[in-house]
């Protein structure tokens, strides 16, 4: 038997499993059939609560969409939330009808001329990732008569310690590098464009509350001395995110209020009349949220083994497989959402995909599955369905249902 990560408190162990005040069969009902991503908006509303109450005043919460980009999400979290961050066009198509364009900033890497000429001309913030894209972005603005808004996305000389994604602090193609970055910003600011001041994103998915404290207070001293070295006062310092959920057996939630509270004293420290400071997350905000359901069409026994083959996998539902970047498999929180209960046995979940690669559970102890019983795959809610290889094996695209939002009037 291997263990398995901890259920979101905010769905209990009871079977059945109850999603917003519904059992996942309802839910099933409801959508129409299996596999099922369900998203509980309440969760997510609690989560920008939470975020709230903990950080102090003028520190605004973007959300990441390439996190989650289902439309009904983007439509119900858009009131609650400062920004949209997006990461490429078709992204920026995604986030245009819920949300102002002058509230969305668009980073990435490889930026094309169709794309920067969207963005420029609807009024988005570009964080340019090098010093040709400023002055490309710069042309096209001209070319466009518009004055662009634009953020230098910056490389910087840190690292967020245990992030399971280090995106700092090192030779990136993310981000202007740090040494370079307050020339890059005095061109823009030349240039009469819209300079809209400071994207560091080092890092995502870390636990460690002194680990997000020190990389916060780092990227607050980088942006200072930057500022000084462009010679202006930056309108916003976006400090990155990169607060993780705890996917796996002995993993933490993020103290958020120890945060909220070291970046309040961080800020108090200087005058920063002016300048907006911003916190963008994707994970933390919809990762807990999503559940996702599959149906169990087989169980068959092998040299001693129990397998449960259930119609979802690796092709929705990428990450819960181990095979999303991370170097060692380990499980998800599962549980058997549907069914009679009764004595645990161990099993492993399997996909329907040809690959062994198609495991969503390794060998966890669950109540009895029997064919047609529903099995949940927690954590769900973030980097599933639009993280995964969809087309691979020619299997139907999972349905996705987002329940407990607020009714539209
Ligand atoms: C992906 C990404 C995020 C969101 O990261 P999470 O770990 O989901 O919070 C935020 N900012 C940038 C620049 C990103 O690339």
């Known amino acids: 038997?291997?263990?398995?990560?901890?259920?979101?408190?905010?769905?209990?162990?009871?079977?059945?499993?109850?999603?917003?005040?519904?059992?996942?069969a309802e839910w099933v009902a409801n959508a129409?059939?299996?596999?099922?991503?369900?998203?509980?908006?309440?969760?997510?509303?609690?989560?920008?609560?939470?975020?709230?109450?903990a950080m102090p005043t003028g520190v605004d919460l973007?959300?990441?969409?390439?996190?989650?980009?289902?439309?009904?999400?983007?439509?119900?979290?858009?009131?609650?939330?400062?920004?949209f961050?997006?990461?490429?066009?078709g992204e920026m198509d995604?986030?245009?009808?819920?949300?102002?364009?002058?509230?969305?900033?668009?980073?990435?890497?490889?930026?094309?001329?169709?794309a920067l000429t969207a963005a420029i001309s609807a009024g988005v913030t570009i964080n340019v990732e090098s010093a040709?894209?400023?002055?490309?972005?710069?042309?096209?603005?001209?070319r466009v008569g518009v004055t662009p808004r634009l953020a230098v996305r910056v490389n910087p000389d840190i690292e967020l310690r245990g992030s399971g994604m280090r995106m700092g602090g090192r030779a990136s193609p993310f981000g202007i590098d740090a040494d370079e970055a307050a020339a890059v910003a005095r061109t823009i600011l030349a240039a009469g464009a819209d300079w809209r001041g400071w994207h560091i994103f080092a890092g995502s998915q870390a636990l460690d509350p002194a680990a997000i404290?020190?990389?916060?207070?780092?990227?607050?001293?980088?942006?200072?001395?930057?500022?000084?070295?462009?010679?202006?006062?930056?309108?916003?310092?976006n400090l990155g995110g990169g607060f993780g959920i705890p996917y796996f057996p002995g993993e933490q939630p993020v103290d958020i209020e120890a945060i909220g509270a070291a970046l309040g004293d961080r800020l108090s420290e200087r005058d920063r009349t002016g300048t907006r400071h911003a916190i963008e997350l994707g994970r933390w905000l919809v990762g807990e949220a999503g559940v996702y359901l599959t149906r169990i069409i087989d169980r068959k026994h092998s040299r001693g083994e129990t397998f449960l083959v259930v119609d979802g996998g690796l092709h929705h539902q990428l990450a819960a497989t181990g095979n999303l970047g991370t170097v060692v498999r380990r499980n998800y929180p599962v549980a058997i959402a549907s069914g009679a209960g009764g004595a645990t046995e161990t099993v492993s979940v399997v996909g329907p995909?040809?690959?062994?690669?198609?495991?969503?559970?390794?060998?966890?102890?669950?109540?009895?599955?029997?064919?047609?019983?529903?099995?949940?795959?927690?954590?769900?809610?973030?980097?599933?369905?639009?993280?995964?290889?969809?087309?691979?094996?020619?299997?139907a695209p999972p349905r996705e249902l987002l329940v407990g939002a607020p009714v539209e009037p």
Do not use: W
Request: hydrophobic fraction near 50%; aromatic fraction near 6%.
């Open 1 to 24: 038997m291997k263990p398995m990560g901890a259920i979101p408190a905010d769905f209990g162990m009871t079977t059945p499993l109850q999603i917003a005040g519904q059992t996942a």
């Open 353 to 395: 995909l040809c690959t062994p690669l198609d495991r969503l559970a390794d060998r966890v102890l669950l109540p009895e599955g029997r064919v047609g019983d529903l099995v949940a795959v927690f954590m769900a809610g973030a980097y599933g369905l639009t993280a995964s290889p969809t087309a691979f094996l020619g299997h």
């Open 85 to 89: 961050d997006i990461a490429s066009a």
């Open 94 to 114: 995604m986030a245009l009808p819920h949300k102002l364009a002058t509230a969305i900033s668009f980073a990435g890497p490889g930026k094309r001329d169709d």
């Open 213 to 237: 404290i020190e990389t916060q207070a780092a990227t607050l001293e980088l942006a200072d001395r930057l500022s000084e070295a462009a010679g202006a006062q930056p309108p916003l310092v």
């Open 32 to 53: 129409g059939d299996t596999p099922l991503f369900v998203y509980d908006f309440t969760v997510i509303a609690a989560r920008i609560a939470r975020f709230r109450s």
């Open 62 to 83: 973007h959300y990441a969409i390439k996190a989650n980009p289902f439309a009904p999400l983007l439509a119900a979290i858009a009131p609650l939330v400062n920004g």
């Open 132 to 142: 040709n894209e400023a002055a490309r972005a710069l042309d096209i603005a001209e």
